[in-house]
């Protein structure tokens, strides 16, 4: 195998074979996680020559899927002329370098796929840096595998056991390079996180400047339709496009909803099943309009057979992120592209509250705008506000939210009678403490 393959993850125009295996105590299925890593790999840009599915009781400690299987994989290697291995799952620095031997080419497993997309498709420089960060992390520890080409040079004592390790003064170029590597890496890593954690301030700073307005973020599998209902809903102009991870950077735009409310809306990074730890820390700036939003939108894509596993994987993830109390509306999405009614009828039974639409065609839009519109006013009641008349950002925010019956200039302050949404007061005395709630019915 060529010795620099390990230090180029990236699969773009190779010829890839994807293995995959069952274990017992797996909570997923074994050939639909297969078909999702060749949606990933396919995204990626690589071509499928090949897949290998398995069934073990236990993973191989050495070769993760037996050598009896690595040997076969071999075969599968030389016949398609294949490139790289995909494993749909993370391997140990020692399966990598096993598994590698055997088949004479590269071998990469399913976070570095992923992180190799994520490369590939982050444009922003938030999102670059959020990326690199991630993919030295995870490479850190794999450091000794890359420089197995260099020899290390064999101490003079030969046979002695002093000699047979090595003596003092003797260690290999190879040893050597290891270190240096690290300590570069290290570094680089130390920098990245100063840098996102300015980031992360700065955003925090940012999402909280807006807490006047009400703030909906999209969340969801990836390829579940979030970009393109944010397209239809506000015409941001994100782009879309038929593939995993096809949106990292988070838009924000400006809803209008009816009778003139409206509220800032954000898109975020798909989600997948097993996404790398890595990456959910590093993008953790950019998942920050979750993190702080007033009102999660959870796309799920309804024309899928696996949407209920895809639901049940973000909502994992929303809980590593602290969001699982969030409120959240959830969206069975792509209901045009639904052939089998039962699926629609199942996640329904399931997902009771849920909102059926089509962001495509625009299907059920109307029943999300008013179940957006209720989250954002709440139950409305009548009440008197009273407002200092220098304060005109509160005087201004009560007009837009809610219908003024009467008003009385008493000093320097307004009281005004009003019928609004109680999550609107709430908004209101927590973004302008200066005004009073006089009355409440």
Known sequence: METDQRKDISVRQERAILVTVEFPDADFDAKDSLAELSELAVSAGAEIVGTMFQRRNRV????YIGRGKVEQLLERVKATQADVVIFDDDLSPAQ???IEAVCECKVIDRSELILDIFANRARTHEARLQV?????EYTAPRLRGMWTHLERIAGAGGGTGVGAVGGIGTRGP???QIEIDRRIVTRRVTMLKRQIAEIDRRKVRQVRARDEHFNISLVGYTNAG???LMNTLTDAGVHTEDRLFATLDTKTRRWNLDSGSYALISDTVGFVRRLPHHLIASFRATLE???HADLLLHVVDASSRVAWEQYNAVTHVLKELDCEDHSTLVLLNKIDAVEDETLIQALSHRLPQAVCISAKTGQGLPQLIEAVRERVAGSAKQATVRLQMADGRAIAFLEKHAEVLDRRYIDHAVE???VVGHRILNRLQTNFPSSQILACA
């Open 416 to 418: 005004m009678d009003v």
């Open 226 to 228: 979030k970009s393109t």
């Open 289 to 291: 309009e979750a993190i």
């Open 96 to 98: 990598l370098r096993e």
């Open 174 to 176: 190879g040893e050597r």
């Open 132 to 136: 690199e960060l991630a993919q030295l």
């Open 60 to 63: 191989d400690a050495k070769y």
